[in-house]
């Protein structure tokens, strides 16, 4: 972005780091502003290589920092690189500023991340840092001061900072990891359950009732045959089909086992880290 009001000012050293540090601050957590997106993000962060009116940083700087109109005048920005996985930018505005009215406004520094690919979930620790100024000696007073916040989710904005000592030059590095969780996959299986000594005693029983309810039937069949050869080999086919029929039923409850439809359902989850920086040093 162009020169600004900030970058006129006396230039400091500050810092933006992801991961394991030091902390002066104790750690604190942000809510992502309604309508900042992976998107409004990604168009930030590609902006900022540029001197063009950057819209999608101005809506960035207007959701997190909650102000009115913002131009080119008021805030800088630079973005994180590099990394395949994760956009982000360094913003730091001074907004709500009264054109004539000497510190009529307030500073605004965040940071803004966000995963490249969808169903991916950021992890980690943004730290905002800063070397406190004596600002009419232009040089550091005291220990650097630090903000800490812990990344989640796909999209993550850190609060904004309204201390005066991190509105001047900060430079960033970030590194962290991205889990992607691609898209889950379905089988489905038939599974063998094995009959319980229950459901055979039950079985083996009506085989029984029906071998004897075959025997029933020849014997009152051969009576009534008489003396006819024919009558008593029809009567003996029958009841050997009888008792076949039995046999197959009772196979079919004692011997097969139950067919079980199982669904199950994989989703590959990858981890990344990244490691990406930014200067904002003009």
Not at 8 to 37: D, F, I
Not at 194 to 211: D, E, G, H, Q
Not at 222 to 232: D, F, M
């Amino acid at each position: 972005m162009r020169s600004s009001i900030l970058t006129r000012s006396a230039v400091a050293v500050a810092s933006l780091a992801v991961g394991s540090v030091a902390l002066t601050a104790a750690p604190a957590t942000a809510g992502t502003p309604s309508g900042v997106t992976r998107e409004l993000i990604a168009n930030s962060a590609r902006g900022t290589f540029t001197d063009d009116n950057d819209t999608a940083t101005k809506t960035l700087i207007s959701k997190v920092c909650k102000s009115g109109t913002v131009t080119d005048e008021d805030y800088t920005s630079r973005t994180f690189l590099s990394s395949l996985d994760v956009d982000g930018v360094l913003v730091r505005a001074y907004v709500d500023r009264q054109e004539g009215v000497e510190n009529s406004g307030r500073y605004c520094t965040f940071a803004a991340l966000a995963t490249v690919a969808p169903y991916a979930s950021l992890s980690g620790t943004v730290t905002i840092s800063a070397d406190q100024l004596d600002r009419s000696a232009r040089v550091s007073e005291a220990a650097p001061l630090s903000t800490s916040f812990t990344l989640s989710g796909d999209v993550y904005v850190t609060d904004p900072i309204t201390d005066p000592d991190y509105g001047f030059s900060p430079t960033g590095v970030a590194s962290g990891a991205v889990t992607k969780v691609e898209q889950a996959t379905t089988s489905t299986s038939r599974v063998s359950t094995p009959k319980s000594t229950a459901v055979k005693s039950k079985a083996l029983a009506s085989y029984k009732r029906s071998i004897a309810s075959a025997k029933a039937k020849l014997s009152t069949s051969l009576k009534k045959a008489g003396a006819s050869s024919s009558k008593k080999s029809a009567a003996r086919k029958a009841y050997a089909a009888r008792k076949k029929a039995a046999k197959a039923t009772l196979h079919v409850r004692w011997s097969s086992d139950k067919k079980t439809v199982v669904t199950t359902t994989v989703g590959k989850t990858t981890t990344n880290p990244f490691s990406i920086s930014a200067d904002n040093r003009f």
